[in-house]
């Protein structure tokens, strides 16, 4: 019985692959590196790679092409788990009528990223590849699906990483896809990436390029195995953090996990101690306890392979994890205050990317090592004004501690202290009781200024700088027109309550600059005694609150002092 004829596809391809045949005579030879010299061995291959097929033998393809399929990442040994839906869009012409995505991703219906790899980590292997053939992006195709794919992408940019996958027809891998970012200028330059994909992406989209998998004839003999090409990659490169002095279980099967989220080797060491508790807060930047988002997710896997207890915020945990994307909701938490202050052997760690935060605080990172901030609410100076003078020098003598003051609630003490309600004009005019306080400013014991509100803000620096060359008097003069001025639309009963918002509000930005939470432990407020009953303002339960008599260090630094 006849066989069927074949169809116009399959004619296509018998041609398309019996010209590569035709071209590349090693098409079929086994991957092993040549005892030549590689260069000269590549160059030889260079005009016989993909480029050198005809166009007439490659089908037609549609002008707007792209390809839809899921995205799978092995963040454990063996493991893939699904990121999301993605689409690679926006395909450049193919060079020299090569190779083109369309036809090499034909029988693709996903991908899967199985270790990431330093760009220097690959030179070898760029050698063994032709010309690249075309570029197009890669994102989500939903953008519910965006944010783990975004934060993958982010991890990429800042390592400097990028993924191969290697490329199959009908078995025979022929090309290797390689993704990265399009922040990696000198990649970009040296794979000539068209300039109008090398535009910022903000981390929303990476880069695809296609190049032809070169192989050597010279050692191909009759009856040989052919190596897979990620076989060969893995003899050409090693992975970045993966040397063999470091391999241990854990690392080993979470390597990718542990690369992702670049957890220091350190701290798996102490979290596989016995009877280690821990807490994850990921709200609502990463999901919550019950849904939670990418990264969160593979931070408890590696977490479960250390045999780590997970426990709720309100337990005793042993390390709190933080991600970098939830800190503002984090620092609502009064049970935080309390582990801050009275439990000095908890430990805080972020973890994460989020566009919220500066780069340079993504990845693991420890945070409220020792010490703290400390600021002091109007009422408090004003009442007792002495006792604010002595616990702000010993603020100044301690290592570990420091003290400010907000410029609007001076201004504001001076008027209590005064006798007013509220801060008015003809105050500028009266003696106060604060100038030693403000004699500590001058002599840099405290600092009289507001927190910055973004990380690196040069004006704010510039303002700060300003500030501390001013006399003591123009110094109090600045603090009452800015306490007027802040303070204006109170009314006198409702004042001293603006006035905790406006501290507590300036007590949380400072908390969220990376420069304090890397150096300080507890941030308080002082109050007076007889402010103690009056309710916290809306987001301060996060804040440590205090009287002067209540205050300690809890470090016995003063201790037979």
Same mark, same amino acid.
């Given at each position: ?16 692959? *019996? ?70 869009? @926006?395909?450049? @012409? ?19 990223? *199985? ?17 690249? *053939? ?27 990483? #990028? ?30 990436? /068209? ?10 989209? $990476?880069? $695809? ?54 957890? /220091? ?12 508790? %821990?807490? &994850? ?10 849904? /939670? ?7 408890? %896997? ?16 042993? $390390? &709190? ?59 408090? &100076? ?5 006792? =604010? ?28 202290? =005064? ?7 003809? #105050? ?50 600045? =603090? ?39 150096? %300080?432990?507890?941030?308080?407020? &002082? ?35």
């Amino acid at each position: 019985m006849p066989a069927p004829p074949k169809r116009a596809s399959e004619k296509a391809a018998d041609e398309f692959l *019996q010209s590569l045949s035709l071209n590349m005579p090693g098409l079929n030879s086994p991957l092993e590196p040549s005892v030549s010299d590689g260069t000269q061995e590549v160059d030889s291959f260079r005009q016989r790679a993909l480029t050198s097929v005809k166009a007439s033998v490659m089908p037609k393809i549609p002008k707007k092409w792209k390809w839809e399929g899921d995205l799978f990442v092995d963040f454990a040994k063996n493991q893939a788990e699904k990121v999301c839906e993605v689409t690679i869009k @926006d395909a450049t @012409d193919s060079r020299d009528s090569g190779a083109r995505m369309s036809f090499m991703m034909g029988q693709t219906d996903s991908i899967r990223i *199985q270790k990431l790899y330093n760009v220097t980590d690959l030179t070898p292997v760029f050698r063994a590849c032709g010309e690249a *053939q075309q570029f197009a992006k890669l994102e989500a195709l939903e953008n519910q699906d965006s944010q783990a794919l975004h934060g993958l992408f982010r991890h990429m940019s800042v390592q400097r990483q #990028i993924a191969v996958l290697p490329l199959s027809l009908d078995g025979a891998e022929l090309a290797l896809l390689f993704v990265f970012s399009p922040s990696l200028g000198a990649l970009c330059e040296f794979l000539r990436v /068209p300039d109008h994909l090398r535009q910022d992406s903000q981390n929303t989209h $990476v880069l $695809v390029a296609l190049l032809p998998w070169l192989v050597s004839s010279i050692k191909y003999s009759k009856g040989t195995t052919r190596n897979r090409v990620d076989e060969t990659i893995q003899q050409l490169s090693t992975p970045s953090g993966q040397s063999k002095d470091s391999r241990r279980r854990i690392l080993k099967e979470a390597a990718m996990a542990i690369d992702l989220l670049s957890i /220091p080797r350190e701290l798996l060491d102490f979290m596989q101690f016995p009877n280690r508790k %821990y807490c &994850i807060w990921s709200f609502s930047a990463d999901g919550a306890a019950l849904n /939670p988002g990418f990264e969160t997710r593979q931070l408890k %896997y590696v977490l479960d392979k250390t045999k780590a207890a997970s426990v709720s915020l309100d337990a005793e945990a042993r $390390v &709190i994890f933080i991600h970098v994307g939830a800190l503002k909701t984090f620092y609502e938490l009064s049970a935080v205050v309390t582990k801050r202050r009275d439990a000095p052997e908890v430990r805080f760690f972020t973890y994460g990317t989020h566009e919220s935060v500066p780069s340079s605080m993504w990845g693991m990172r420890e945070i409220f090592p020792l010490g703290g901030i400390v600021t002091f609410t109007p009422l408090a &100076i004003a009442e007792d004004p002495v006792g =604010c003078h002595s616990l702000m020098r010993n603020l100044a003598q301690h290592p570990l501690w420091e003290s400010y003051l907000i410029p609007s609630i001076v201004g504001l003490s001076h008027a209590l202290a =005064c006798g007013k309600d509220k801060p008015v004009p003809e #105050i500028m005019s009266m003696d106060s009781c604060l100038l030693p306080i403000l004699d500590l400013a001058d002599a840099g014991s405290v600092s009289v200024t507001k927190a910055p509100t973004r990380h690196n803000d040069e004006v704010w620096i510039v303002d700060t700088f300003a500030k501390q060359l001013l006399e003591v008097e123009d110094v109090l003069r600045d =603090c009452i027109e800015s306490s007027i001025e802040r303070f204006a639309h109170c009314s006198e009963s409702d004042i001293l309550v603006e006035a905790d918002r406006e501290i507590s509000q300036d007590l949380i930005n400072m908390e969220l600059q990376p420069t304090f939470m890397d150096n %300080y432990r507890r941030f308080v407020v &002082i109050r007076a005694a007889s402010e103690e009953t009056r309710s916290l303002p809306e987001g301060g339960s996060g804040l440590e609150w205090s009287s002067i008599s209540n205050f300690a260090f809890k470090d016995d630094y003063f201790l037979g002092s």
